[in-house]
């Protein structure tokens, strides 16, 4: 009954027996073990389990694992790098892009997608492109700016070299 | 205690300090429950009715138990003879656990099955075969008081499905007031029946360990150590043989504060399996089954004066509670705070009636910001005076100009009992009207409606009712509702704060370290600030009804000053003076007239530490169980404009001004989140939602894709703004924040789209004002498209 597939997350190979029906959500959460990405619905409606599919983003929820058989995927855990967080990242902490934390990685995810494919996004395309993630505590309106930031911070290249550490609380400007 | 603050270049309080919490969700590191896997952990999957009403013929477990990897089934009549079937809620009535005899509600919970994976329990669930009789449904609330109708719940001996009448407020003064009144008001006004939807579902690991009759229970709780107390009392376990663990939870709005039957069954199968058994509910379960909020029929009643002076406010609700009476409010309170609906108004007199009602649907009422009931009544009265503007002919601002609480009444006393703490009302009124520009406004609206065009100002100014609260009113099950904090000081100067509140977003672990930090002289970076175990956080009641800031806000702040004493003796013993020689400057103590004598935070722990005083004893904690002696009454005035399209009937929210006044901010830039947050709540409220039953009692909106929720295309710009009246009472002057967008925001739109169309002869339109209703509407007067 099982199917054996394998599936390159965040650079790191996955390989797995599965039962067909397992969505790719779950293999994420259970079989690789990275828990950033969440599970909002049931109805492909909420963007808590977006992530990066071989560039574009999409809903792993939505998806049987076995059809993401020799795909790259990137979650929310590949963003930072070698403990330096993701422009994306900083700008959210900065802009206070997020509360709960629930939506944060589909969100991020999201945000990174719109970024690689149109650095100089206008407010209206940031709103648009992450109307598939849905926010209860927010209203989006530090989300987008938290979007736009990074954006700005990536154009300058800024956001390598002088973001704050993981775990400071240093006062946002 | 005074309202004043340290004076201190040191301050953290009030500054828009980053969250300490951030790092971890950013990351993809938050530990939600549904995170959580534990060795041998067995899932669990609810089987539920597919009807509103109905007797349970026969239940049959066994092709179920023929599914490979169950392990279990449990029935209510399991756990009737464990004496589980039945649970108390917190409103004084009884829950069934699993249905025994009869169910009362779609989606109501039947049986439970317990397996190795969460596929074979869900495969399990599907298999096993339930058979039903239909009853008779009743569905609406009025029609449920009618003598013939279907008696729902005959466990009880009542056989009525009238729960209870509340009354608050001077009925023969009133009616007194409206017969000698020169003007009077009336109207039907309801609350959609909504619900919170926090992005994370509920779901819970029971974890019992028999040899040591031992359960953790990790669960999405707002309220952990109320829950291990009701836990005890429900399960007969020794209290302190349970811990609650409640993980990061992904947001909760009041969503997460009972403890719903999948709790209990997931304990009991963890007790018959000897696992852990997880349960996280679809998103599904969450909307038909646990808490919504609201549904509230009102009909309200304004005497006033023929120039606008309010006399009397008479008000009448019915209230739909669905098949149990589980609605989370405080003891004494059956209708929570609803009889704060007098407003930010000089009203006379007032009388309050509710009506609560069973129907078959599911439980709940009091949920989604709302401080228990304090949204359906500032919607109420606020919708209300502008309804006596409309008759009057008098502008809504002049009109509430007129009737607000002058500055120097304060503290306020309200026809139906509350004392108001503290407000400036006219000087927040003023701040609004001018920050919009509402005469350019108003102008701009009268050249429109010239040309035919649609276009709304709507105000709302909403006083809140916040911080359960004084123990003498205010406690769940008997538990009185103060809240507390425990602080150490370690010998190196850094500190552990723990609260018995739980954050679900609020960002806590932030502002409660700011609070310490300010108070002791510390860098926020140097408090850690713990919740959601009840093995090692002090007793409290939860965070809920905007209450943490002023409850376990005012502990943590009490507690820091109660460290500072005993501080002070350290310093007076390392200085070599006398302890009333020494003043605290600059998060230090330091001798009077000798500035350059002084020692920090950190000398003081290490000397508490290595070199107390002779006779003192060592160390640097404290605790500090914090009793408000009154509410905190936050307020605001909420203004938005609006255009609507004459072809399709859509409203577009150009602006909304947000001003808030919570008193004392410690974090400029979460308050802000918060009340971006609150407001899309209320937007969402206003426009799109209502959880609607057919007439057998099928819940039609049980998913996102009915359930709607904004997008960020849909939601509007937030202006927000703030004046800053302290709380007299709060050691801080702080007064609570979070749930004021959603209580003052639905009637500031609704009130704007009715001023679009008052010219046309429209008074009030209930919520969600959806697009077709609008349209309707605009196609009824005749207007082109
Ligand atoms: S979990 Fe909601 S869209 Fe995937
Ligand atoms: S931060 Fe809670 S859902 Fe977005």
Not at chain 1, 133 to 160: F, H, P
Request: hydrophobic share 40%; charged share 20%.
């Amino acid at each position: 009954m099982g199917h054996r597939i394998a599936v390159t997350i965040n650079g790191q190979r996955y390989e797995a027996e599965v039962e067909p029906r397992l969505l790719l959500v779950h293999f994420i959460r259970e079989v690789a073990g990275l828990t950033g990405t969440h599970i909002g619905c049931d109805t492909t409606s909420c963007g808590a389990c977006t992530v990066i599919l071989n560039g574009k983003p999409i809903k792993s929820c939505t998806m049987f694992a076995v059809q993401a058989d020799g795909c790259e995927i990137r979650t929310v855990e590949g963003l930072a790098q070698n403990g330096e967080l993701h422009p994306i990242q900083k700008a959210f902490w900065e802009c206070h892009g997020l509360q709960c934390g629930y939506c944060t990685p589909g969100m991020l995810m999201a945000g990174v997608a719109l970024l690689e494919r149109n650095p100089n996004p206008t407010e209206e395309e940031v709103r648009r492109a992450i109307s598939g993630n849905l926010c209860r505590c927010t209203g989006y309106q530090n989300i987008v700016k938290s979007i736009l930031r990074a954006a700005e911070m990536m154009r300058e290249g800024a956001g390598v070299a002088s973001g704050s550490p993981v775990g400071s609380g240093s006062p946002a400007q | 205690m005074s309202a004043t603050l340290t004076e201190s270049p040191h301050r953290v309080l009030g500054q828009p300090i980053k969250r300490k919490e951030d790092p971890r969700f950013l990351t993809g590191q938050g530990r939600y429950l549904d995170d959580i896997k534990l060795p041998n952990m067995a899932y669990m999957a609810i089987v539920r009715s597919p009807y509103a009403h109905a007797r349970i013929v026969s239940i049959n477990k066994e092709p179920a138990l023929a599914v490979p990897g169950v392990l279990a089934v449990i029935t209510g009549e399991d756990l009737e003879k464990l004496g589980l079937a039945w649970m108390p809620t917190l409103n004084g009535d009884q829950q069934m656990v699993l249905a025994v005899g009869k169910v009362l509600f779609q989606y109501q919970e039947v049986a439970a099955v317990i397996a190795t994976s969460r596929e074979a329990a869900y495969d399990g669930a599907a298999a096993v075969e339930v058979e039903y009789d239909p009853l008779p449904v009743v569905v609406d609330p009025f029609k449920a008081l009618e003598p013939d109708a279907p008696i729902l719940r005959e466990d009880r001996k009542e056989k009525t499905n009238h729960i209870w009448r509340w009354e608050s407020g001077d009925k023969a003064a009133t009616d007194k007031a409206f017969a000698e009144a020169e003007v009077v008001i009336k109207e039907k006004i309801r609350f959609p029946r909504v619900h919170p939807a926090p992005l994370e579902p509920c779901g819970c690991i029971a974890d019992y360990n028999r040899t040591k009759n031992h359960l953790t229970l990790y669960v999405t709780s707002q309220a952990p150590h109320a829950y291990r107390t009701v836990l005890a009392m429900v399960a007969k376990l020794p209290e302190h043989q349970i811990r609650v663990i409640s993980p990061d939870v992904g947001g909760g709005f009041g969503n997460k504060v009972p403890v719903y039957p999948g709790y209990v069954v997931a304990v009991v199968g963890s007790m018959l399996t000897g696992r852990p058994v997880k349960w996280v509910e679809t998103r599904t379960e969450n909307l038909a089954s646990t808490h919504f909020a609201r549904d509230y029929h009102m009909t309200v009643e304004i005497a006033a004066t023929r120039e606008g002076q309010v006399k009397a406010l008479r008000v009448h609700t019915v209230a739909d509670h669905g098949a149990f009476d589980a609605q989370a409010v405080p003891s004494k309170w059956p209708a929570g705070l609803f009889n704060i609906c007098t407003g930010s108004y000089t009203f006379e007199a007032a009388h309050v009636v509710v009506d609560a009602v069973y129907t078959n649907k599911a439980p709940g009422g009091v949920a989604h910001r709302c401080s228990f009931r304090v949204t359906e009544a500032s919607y109420l009265i606020e919708r209300a005076m502008d309804i006596l503007a409309q008759e009057l002919k008098m502008d809504p601002a002049e009109l509430r100009r007129k009737n607000l609480i002058p500055a120097d009444k304060f503290p306020w006393k309200s026809p139906t009992g509350w004392v108001y703490d503290s407000g400036n009302y006219h000087h927040t009124l003023d701040y609004a009207l001018n920050l919009i520009g509402y005469k350019e406004l108003r102008k701009e609206q009268a050249e429109k409606r010239a040309r035919g065009e649609l276009m709304g100002i709507g105000i709302s100014f909403f006083t809140e009712i916040v911080g359960a609260g004084p123990s003498k009113h205010f406690d769940i099950l008997g538990i009185k509702m103060f809240d507390s904090a425990e602080i150490r000081v370690h010998p190196t100067g850094k500190a552990i704060v723990r609260l018995g509140t739980r954050h679900q977003g609020q960002g806590h672990e932030t502002t409660y370290a700011q609070i310490v930090a300010e108070e002791l002289g510390l860098s926020p970076d140097d408090v850690l600030v713990e919740e959601g175990d009840t093995d090692t956080a002090p007793y409290g009641l939860g965070t809920y009804a905007s209450r943490s800031t002023p409850t376990s806000g005012a502990a943590a702040a009490m507690c820091a000053r109660r460290i500072r004493e005993k501080a002070r003796k350290i310093a007076a013993h390392l200085l070599e003076c006398g302890e009333h020689d020494l003043e605290w400057v600059d998060g230090r103590f330091q001798v009077k007239g000798a500035p350059h004598q002084s020692v920090t935070m950190q000398q003081i722990a290490f000397a508490a530490y290595t070199n107390p005083p002779p006779g003192l004893e060592p160390g640097l904690e404290a605790t500090f169980y914090y009793d408000p002696p009154n509410l905190t009454f936050p307020y605001g005035c909420y203004i938005a404009v609006v255009d609507i399209d004459k072809g399709t009937g859509e409203v577009k929210v150009r602006r909304f001004l947000a001003v808030d006044d919570c008193g004392t901010i410690i974090n400029p830039m979460i308050v802000q989140g918060q009340v971006h947050g609150g407001l899309t709540e209320g937007f969402a409220i206003a426009f799109m939602q209502d959880i609607v039953f057919d007439e057998n009692g099928n819940n039609l909106v049980t998913n996102f894709t009915e359930y709607m929720l904004p997008t960020a295309v849909e939601t509007p710009r937030w202006e927000t703004a703030h004046t800053v009246t302290p709380s007299p009472h709060h050691p801080l002057g702080a007064k609570g924040v979070g749930e004021s967008p959603n209580v003052g925001s639905p009637a500031a739109f609704v009130n704007a789209v009715v001023d679009a169309l008052s010219h046309l002869g429209v008074r009030h339109i209930d919520m969600p004002i959806t697009r077709e209703k609008v349209w309707r509407i605009l196609r009824n007067a005749g207007i082109d498209e």
